[in-house]
């Protein structure tokens, strides 16, 4: 049982409009959840960190937790080219990190 | 920039060879970790390590070991490389409300 659930993809998207990235995890123990962006060919950049439950905003990006559910989500408003990359999941179980297998988003100018 | 790099960036070797990656911090973090990252995989825990000479077991551990004698300095070993080892590696820090900060990546491949 995978620990950590995102669509693939790819998601695309026109030139400012809001990109909604979605993931789901099974272990009712996490405690803290990541959205890392991935350019091809370069290391996971962490983008947002979330601990509790509700938005967390920052710049363009907000990131929501509903632990009741086990979801996490990404919105990315006024989105843009540069935003094109693979976005990555992640959930913290004490010590031990687990990652979705990313979500591929295009912006299409 | 969390002060991570990891050498060789790029390394090709045979099937059978011993091949060791190193990671190295400057920032005195106390967790270290090495990821692999396979398509259709996305990026797995190997090992970890919380402290000088103290490692755990990740999720996919069979057939990599690793050490870390100074804070500085976690080292991830292939015994003997296989082809399905073959991946991009990276490693990372941990910082305080456990984020974690990644590496450059190795990119190993083993004909």
């Known amino acids: 049982q995978k620990e950590v659930e995102q669509n693939s993809g790819p998601l695309s998207v026109p030139e400012g409009a809001i990109a909604s990235l979605n993931c789901t995890y099974s272990?009712?123990?996490?405690?803290?959840f990541f959205w890392y962006r991935q350019y091809s060919g370069k290391s996971p950049e962490l983008i947002m960190s979330?601990?509790?439950?509700g938005d967390k905003e920052d710049g363009r990006f907000t990131a929501q937790l509903n632990k009741a559910s086990q979801y996490v989500s990404l919105l990315i408003r006024d989105s843009q080219p540069s935003d094109s990359a693979t976005y990555l999941c992640?959930?913290?179980?004490?010590?031990?990190?687990?990652f979705g297998t990313g979500t591929s988003l295009t912006v299409i100018p | 920039d969390a002060g991570i790099t990891q050498s060789p960036r790029h390394k090709v070797t045979e099937t059978g060879t011993p091949v060791t990656l190193r990671c190295h911090q400057t920032?005195?973090?106390?967790?270290m970790y090495w990821y692999r990252q396979d398509p259709g995989h996305g990026l797995r825990l190997i090992h970890y390590?919380?402290?000088?000479?103290?490692?755990d077991k990740g999720e996919v551990s069979d057939g990599y070991s690793v050490s870390r004698s100074k804070t500085e300095d976690f080292l991830l070993t292939l015994e003997s490389a296989t082809s399905s080892q073959t991946s991009v590696y990276f490693c990372?820090?941990?910082?305080?409300?456990?984020?974690?900060?990644f590496g450059p990546g190795t990119r190993l491949t083993v004909l």
């Open positions: 990372a820090i941990r910082e305080d409300l456990n984020e974690q900060f």
């Open positions: 272990d009712r123990v996490s405690q803290s």
């Open positions: 979330i601990y509790s439950n």
């Open positions: 992640a959930v913290n179980i004490p010590n031990q990190f687990y």
């Open positions: 920032e005195n973090h106390r967790y």
């Open positions: 390590s919380y402290g000088v000479k103290d490692t």
